[in-house]
């Protein structure tokens, strides 16, 4: 080695180099090893725990941020009842938007509410005429303890704000049936959830 190189760290080893006497002998003759090596099994996730799951949605009201997007609007409301808890059925909730390939935008726990983005329907381009028209719409999802029922019984409204695109601005509209898509795929999340 040269001198001038001596204090820098060294960055090549043999490959046999560091290890003892003991691992050589162990290495070549590993077949007749006594030495146990511990037993690693993987064991698969069942399922996600949300953070404090039981303060979910605890408001039957819609928080006021997401009250004042839907002031004025001409939004759809869909509501169903289910007989799951209410962080079960957030986290059906937002499985079923990411499903589905929604822009979810917001993912509040503590409000219980998920949004997604304006999800545009139609040709590409609003700046050339259309014959199908152009619409966009985009859900609230809002996930809340029922008072009204027993201990498991939670409520998931649907909010869809729809706008048209018309003479060169959107305007707020009201679109129907939107919601059993975002519904059926909510249906099959809790199914998959053990009893």
């Not at 990411?98 to 979810?104: E, F």
């Not at 201990?151 to 601005?169: A, H, I, R, T």
């Amino acid at each position: 080695m040269l001198s001038a190189c001596s204090s820098s760290p060294k960055l090549f080893w043999d490959t046999e180099e560091g290890l003892d006497q003991s691992a050589r002998s162990t290495d070549a003759g590993a077949s007749g090893s006594s030495e146990v090596l511990p037993e690693v099994t993987t064991q698969p996730q069942g399922g996600r725990e949300l953070p404090m799951a039981q303060n979910i949605g605890g408001a039957e009201q819609l928080p006021g941020k997401y009250s004042t997007i839907l002031a004025g609007s001409k939004a759809d409301l869909n509501s169903r009842s289910y007989g799951q808890t209410t962080g079960d059925l957030f986290s059906a909730t937002v499985d079923a938007m990411v499903s589905l390939n929604y822009p979810v935008d917001v993912v509040d726990s503590s409000g219980g509410v998920v949004t997604s983005d304006w999800i545009r329907k139609g040709e590409n381009n609003p700046n050339m005429p259309s014959v199908i028209g152009y619409t966009r719409h985009r859900y609230i999802a809002h996930i809340y303890h029922d008072p009204a029922a027993s201990s498991n019984l939670s409520k998931l409204d649907v909010y869809v704000l729809g706008q048209v695109f018309e003479n060169g601005k959107w305007t707020d509209t009201t679109l129907q049936y939107l919601t059993e898509e975002l519904y059926s795929a909510v249906n099959e999340y809790l199914a998959r959830l053990p009893h």
